[in-house]
């Protein structure tokens, strides 16, 4: 203890005489070190930490599967099955994969308010209170048979529960809240609770209402996610057992909708991190290897101290210190450093912790924030105790093995770049190499960016204005009614300067996903092995293809014509012209469609319109089919506008015209559907810039160490290049000399980091778009970019070299 | 190479400040001095007193800062770095006190470096470092590194590098410094032994009993030629 207190004090007086080099060290230490605990912190949360919810480990998620392949929505029938005869979960509840908008009148005008359904148990499931109020009885939850078929306006339930966030905005976080009515699409909610700050699950909502189950409803039709809570003591395979013996029930009491259905059950927090996993663990892997390559020049500069030091050594040595102890305090010298790293990597953390969340879309988990907690900063702490000793030993071992007599009789007669310096160039080779690595892979990740940006979407996004409307069921409880409302609307918005083209759609490409149902030939219809092909469904007003510039191939587009009482019209996609009439033209043939009534509508295909993107920009061209909205006139329609005028001003002309037929249907401010699609490649998009700011940041660093390692090694061949002057070396000979040498083991660098590259990028291959983990343009692309880098960093050394003057070098008078 | 006058260097004047944190040094003044092609001159003067200056400028690597340094018929202030470069290459061989080996080439590879900055042909430069070794007696020992060899064996190897590219002159500074008696003497025997055979040399030193190897002994003091003998007897 004495001893550890007499190297540290040792330590940190060696600092303090040289506070250049201890700078340079804290400094890239705390780079390294901190952007490491940063990325920690979200990683504990994304992949270790339990999730804020009591008993995190009994919740679980229930997914669709159908003949073994995992899927994701559970049909409502099925869950209530589920639900009723699981004895394995002390409660099971059912979330929508998102919300949906609602106006909201009786305010000074009309809102659009974000709801989602759920089951009536799924806060008491995840064990979250309300901070006002209550949450929903059973009795809230029981079902409600609808009233008509899917063309009517959806009935709302009575109650309804408020986010912490609208309690405010509306209602001032005022106590008399509970029991106050909102009128959502013209329905009374009541409130009777508020959640707590911050709570969220499956996407953010401002109310909740509570899932109220129609008996009648289609089992075939899946929108629900499953969470359970398990009963203490059961665990997950034996819960699975009971769900499997329950789908198995299923598949035989309904074989036309269960047939090889089944529910897969995972725990919940797995579920919901799948799809972040692959991001953190990258970017961790990123700024593990820049880790690296910070201590890599930290180990250099100690290297090199240690030559300055041998004469130092050598008198310790002759004054008794054994071996074990110089490396012992010359270590100890190094874990103080990095220790010191670590304390100022925390800023950088903290900087990271504030980004990272909303980067990596880290609300998913519930997780607003990242906090430097006792886990996170014992992480900080041991990281910066491993670094120490990685960056300490190994230069310790080498300045620790002197010949004191040698050393201090002083001087010797061969001007030598002995084997401290290949250390210190095989440290460099090793950090271009993991340059080079984070490169490939920031490149594949940039190309693969590159690719979707550019991809073709199968419709113009540019100067395309977007919006949309749920009618509420009074007055427009009629066809009729919503026909002539969304008709006139559109012709209005037409006849609005500025406005090239404007058509409206259920579901917009991009903004509106999902949306699938069955559809068949009359000569095919669905088996008992299975409930056939799905292909999005979509209901247009005519004019929408041109508006998108979605150019129509063949056949004829919806028209006014196609109303009830004419055939029903559907225009499809040519996927899906390819998968059901492969070789043959598809007008005029017939499919039919199980449009969620009790019988199938059968459709004439009178048209093939382009493939376009329609759940999101990466995803390939599904089947997709359009009929016309007058022959199923829902309530809710999207708006799209094709204008180049200013969106405020449409948006208020819009508005004007809208409130002039109805003063409660809200209308927001017009949504750009470039705006949508960037947020659609949010994530790719923070993927790739996060794994490039870490990978230039390593490169820097790299550059740094190769400067650093030729600027030593000219100070330390200073004599050699003297003497080779003296000789007749030219300045290009000197030249080629120092710049040969940086860039051989660059060269030896980049050939390792190619051969490690091929092996690691096939990681990312589920992260790439379009692109080949071995794409050779991002592998050339990297390594030219190193090379480079690599050039400039070994110039300035270079042209230092030059200005040696044989003279001096050779120590004369 | 012309020389004029018949003599291989001439310095006319030469003087050399050097400026330290504004203050003039005067390591060399008005110094004069001529050697001719076959000369063996020994410089000779306390430390301090400019020998290795005057030795640097002779050897092309200063400049002086006042009069005219020619080389053969080349005056040295005319030369660009590179050719100031090439003119060393081919013109001078250096013997350093303390033998100036590169640690990381072998003997065979220090004796060949003069040859490769002059771009010249492996095969011709095989031939011209085995003879230079030989010359030394160094050859059996071309594959090893200076490390390996003792002081005497590494000036050895350090002179048949200064011959390897026949230059017109062979710079001495101080090339016993770093030796002990015995093999000091062998050092300069084969100095004699090269001079014998025509080779020009031009040595510093402050020990008078090598001083006496030369056929002529110039003595600096306080950056200034006080006396100029010529040695009746070499040793």
């Known amino acids: 203890m004495h001893t550890l207190w007499h190297d540290l004090r040792l330590a940190l007086r060696g600092l303090v005489k040289n506070p250049g080099f201890a700078v340079v060290t804290v400094l890239t230490l705390a780079l390294g070190i901190g952007a490491t605990t940063g990325v920690f912190s979200a990683l504990h949360a994304v992949l270790l930490a339990s999730m804020p919810y009591p008993e995190p480990d009994r919740l679980v998620m229930g997914r669709r ?32 994969g998102g919300s949906f908008p609602l106006a909201s009148t009786g305010g000074d005008r009309p809102e659009r308010v974000d709801t989602q359904i759920v089951s009536f148990n799924l806060f008491s499931t995840l064990g979250v209170a309300p901070v006002l109020g209550r949450t929903f009885t059973a009795e809230e939850g029981a079902p409600v048979p609808a009233a008509a078929g899917p063309q009517a306006p959806m009935a709302l339930p009575s109650v309804g ?31 009777v609770g508020v959640m707590p700050e911050g709570f969220s699950f499956q996407g953010s909502a401002d109310v909740w209402l509570p899932m109220q189950p129609d008996p009648g409803e289609a089992r075939r039709f899946h929108n629900w996610l499953l969470v359970g809570r398990l009963k203490p003591g059961v665990g997950l395979a034996a819960a699975q057992s009971e769900i499997d013996a329950i789908s198995g029930r299923l598949a035989t009491l309904y074989p036309d909708s269960n047939k090889g259905k089944g529910l897969h059950l ?30 890599g020049n930290v180990a250099s500069l100690m290297l090199a101290r240690g030559v300055t030091r ?5 008198m310790r040595v002759a004054l008794g210190a054994s071996r074990a102890r110089l490396v012992r305090q010359l270590v100890t010298e190094s874990v103080v450093l990095a220790l010191l790293g670590g304390a100022t990597g925390l800023l950088v953390a903290g900087l990271l912790q504030r980004a990272l969340p909303t980067l990596l879309g880290l609300d998913a988990l519930a997780i607003a924030s990242l906090r430097l907690d006792w886990r996170v900063l014992a992480f900080a702490f041991t990281v910066s105790l491993l670094t120490g000793v990685l960056v300490g030993l190994v230069p310790a071992l080498r300045s620790t093995r002197i010949s004191p007599f040698e050393e201090l009789k002083g001087g ?23 340059s080079l690595v984070l490169l490939v892979g920031s490149s594949l990740l940039i190309r693969s960016f590159a690719k979707l940006v550019r991809t073709d979407l199968g419709f113009d996004p540019d100067n395309l204005l977007t919006a949309s409307f749920a009618l509420p069921p009074q007055p427009y409880a009629s066809d009729a009614a919503r026909i002539q409302f969304f008709d006139e609307m559109l012709a209005e918005i037409r006849a609005l300067p500025g406005v090239t083209a404007a058509g409206m759609v259920s579901r917009l490409p991009i903004l509106g996903p999902g949306g699938d149902i069955y559809v068949w030939t009359p000569d095919k219809p669905p088996t008992e092995s299975g409930l056939g092909q799905t292909a999005y469904s979509r209901r247009v007003l005519p004019g929408y293809f041109a508006t ?59 048209g093939v319109v382009a493939d376009a993107r329609i759940g999101d920009v990466a995803s390939v061209p599904y089947l997709t089919m359009y009929q016309s909205f007058y ?108 710049l040969g040498q940086g860039l051989k083991v660059t060269g030896i660098g980049l050939a390792a980091g190619v051969v490690a590259g091929l092996a690691l990028t096939r990681l990312m291959e589920g992260l790439l778009y379009e692109v080949a983990a071995t794409d050779p343009a991002s592998f050339l692309v990297a390594a030219a970019c190193l090379l480079a880098v690599a050039l400039l960093a070994c110039l300035a050394p270079a042209l230092r070299a030059l200005r040696i003057q044989p003279m001096t070098a050779l120590h004369y008078e | 190479m012309n020389e ?45 007193c400019g020998k290795s200056t005057l030795l640097s400028i002779m050897g092309l690597l200063d400049t002086p800062t006042s009069g005219q340094y020619i080389i053969g018929d080349t005056p040295a202030e005319k030369l660009s770095a590179s050719e100031r470069a090439k003119l060393r290459n081919r013109a001078i061989g250096f013997v350093f006190q303390n033998f100036n080996l590169i640690g990381d080439l072998t003997v065979y590879e220090n004796v060949e470096l003069p040859l490769v900055y002059r771009d010249m042909a492996p095969r011709d430069r095989r031939e011209r470092v085995r003879a230079s070794l030989e010359k030394v007696g160094m050859e059996h020992r071309s594959n090893h590194y200076p490390a390996q060899l003792s002081g005497g064996q590494q000036q050895r190897v350090a002179v048949a590098r200064a011959l390897v590219g026949r230059p017109l002159i062979l710079l001495a500074d101080e090339p016993t410094g770093n030796l002990d008696s015995r093999n000091g003497e062998s050092v300069m025997v084969l100095l004699d032994e090269l001079h014998r055979e025509g080779a020009t040399i031009c040595m510093v030193t402050h020990d008078p009993r090598f001083a006496h190897h030369a056929k002529r002994s110039v003595h600096l003091f306080d950056g200034r030629i006080v006396d100029e003998s010529t040695v009746a007897a070499a040793s």
């Open chain 1, 65 to 96: 599967t159908q003949d073994g392949t995992v899927g994701r929505w559970v049909s409502m029938l099925d869950y209530l099955d589920y639900r009723d005869q699981t004895s394995s979960f002390a409660s099971l509840a059912a979330s929508p």
């Open chain 1, 310 to 314: 041998r004469s130092e050594l050598a």
């Open chain 1, 412 to 434: 010797t007669r061969t001007a030598t770049s002995g084997s401290g310096a290949r250390l210190r160039m095989a440290l460099v080779a090793a950090q271009v190499t993991m």
């Open chain 1, 631 to 738: 022959q199923f006139p829902r309530p809710r329609l999207a708006l799209a506008i094709r204008s180049t005028a200013d969106p405020q001003g449409i948006t208020r002309a819009l508005r004007e015209l809208v409130w002039r037929r109805d003063k409660d249907i809200p209308v927001e401010e017009l949504a750009t559907m470039t705006g949508a699609i960037k947020s659609s490649m949010l994530a790719q998009r923070t993927l790739a810039g996060t794994v490039t700011s870490f990978s230039l940041l390593a490169l820097l660093l790299a550059a740094v160490g190769l400067f650093g390692v030729l600027a030593y090694q000219v100070n330390q061949r200073q004599h050699e290049l003297g003497i080779r002057m003296a000789l007749g070396a030219r300045r290009g000979h000197v030249l080629t000399a120092i």
């Open chain 2, 4 to 48: 004029q006058n018949g003599s291989l260097i001439q310095m006319i004047g030469v003087g050399k400040v050097f400026l330290t944190d504004e203050v003039e040094t005067h390591a060399l003044a008005d110094v004069h001095l001529e050697i001719a092609r076959g000369d063996y001159i020994a410089i000779a003067g306390p430390s301090g």
């Open chain 1, 548 to 606: 998108m510039r979605m150019p129509l191939v063949a056949g004829r587009d919806i028209e006014a014509a196609d109303r009830v009482g004419a055939p029903p019209a559907l225009v499809i996609n040519q996927t899906m012209a390819r998968t059901f009439f492969p070789n043959e033209s598809p007008l005029g043939r017939k499919l039919v469609v199980d449009m969620g009534d009790d019988t199938p509508v059968t459709f004439d295909v009178v």
């Open chain 1, 266 to 295: 995972d725990p919940l927090h797995d579920a919901l991190v799948e799809n972040l996993r692959p991001q953190v663990l990258l970017i961790m892997a990123a700024v593990a290897l820049m880790l690296l390559i910070a201590s």
């Open chain 1, 161 to 191: 529960i408020v986010s912490f966030g609208y309690w405010q905005r509306r209602f001032g976080g005022s106590q008399d809240a509970l029991g106050r009515s909102l009128t959502l699409m013209g329905q009374p909610v009541t409130v």
